[in-house]
T-cell receptor, first 109, second 113 residues
Framework: AQRVTQPEKLLSVFKGAPVELKCNYS??????LFWYVQYSRQRLQLLLR??SRESIKGFTADLNKGETSFHLKKPFAQEEDSAMYYC???????????FGTGTLLAVQP | NAGVTQTPKFRVLKTGQSMTLLCAQD?????MYWYRQDPGMGLRLIHY???????AKGEVPDGYNVSRLKKQNFLLGLESAAPSQTSVYFC????????????FGPGTRLTVT
């Protein structure tokens, strides 16, 4: 079964501090993993996907198959990064796109 | 190009009433999804569709039905609404060919009393 776990409901950091949002997954095959962001009163938007290996808004994420993790990182947090972040997994065989419960990132000035 | 739109934006239902939520996309995307978002529970997949005329169950399908008669529209139906279905409903569409675009709708806030 597909499962995505985001252990932190809230992560509070100061501006300029490094950020790491944790995501662990459970899937027996080769998953496709994503991070999404939802700013206050806005719709959900795709932040990045692991297969494209790109950096968006300074965020990066590396898929670690051994630890079944896909943590989101940014070296220096900005106040405008404050938002809800969701990790998601798509199992290729089922095409289901399953989300974690989300982590609220609060960047303090 | 309007992206993904959802109708209605808000709705209040009484227990036992029925309604249909419409998700429309004008990007010719193959895949469409319906989610519900509840505090502390993230987004949970209700039903999804990988193409016109096809639908499949997600994580929480009970009490909902869907149809995808046209590629651009994905309808979510509640036959007999219950208070437990009070939620914010999001639709998403996804292109399975490059550049693999994904877009979400603005959401429908449903309250069942």
């Amino acid at each position: 079964a597909q499962r995505v776990t985001q252990p932190e409901k809230l992560l509070s950091v100061f501006k300029g501090a490094p950020v790491e949002l944790k995501c662990n997954y459970s899937y027996s095959g080769s998953p496709e993993l994503f991070w999404y962001v939802q700013y206050s009163r806005q719709r959900l938007q795709l932040l990045l996907r692991h297969i494209s290996r790109e950096s968006i808004k300074g965020f990066t994420a590396d898929l670690n198959k051994g630890e079944t993790s896909f943590h989101l990182k940014k070296p220096f947090a900005q106040e405008e990064d404050s938002a809800m972040y969701y990790c998601a997994l798509e199992g290729g065989a089922t095409n289901k796109l399953i989300f974690g419960t989300g982590t609220l990132l609060a960047v303090q000035p | 190009n309007a992206g993904v739109t959802q109708t209605p934006k808000f709705r209040v239902l009484k227990t036992g009433q029925s309604m249909t939520l419409l998700c429309a996309q004008d990007m010719n995307h193959e895949y469409m999804y319906w989610y519900r978002q509840d505090p502390g529970m993230g987004l949970r997949l209700i039903h999804y569709s990988v193409g016109e005329g096809t639908t499949a169950k997600g994580e929480v399908p009970d009490g909902y039905n869907v149809s995808r008669l046209k590629k651009q529209n994905f309808l979510l139906g509640l036959e007999s609404a219950a208070p437990s279905q009070t939620s914010v409903y999001f639709c998403a569409s996804w292109a399975r060919a490059p550049p693999y675009e994904q877009y979400f709708g603005p959401g429908t806030r449903l309250t069942v009393t």
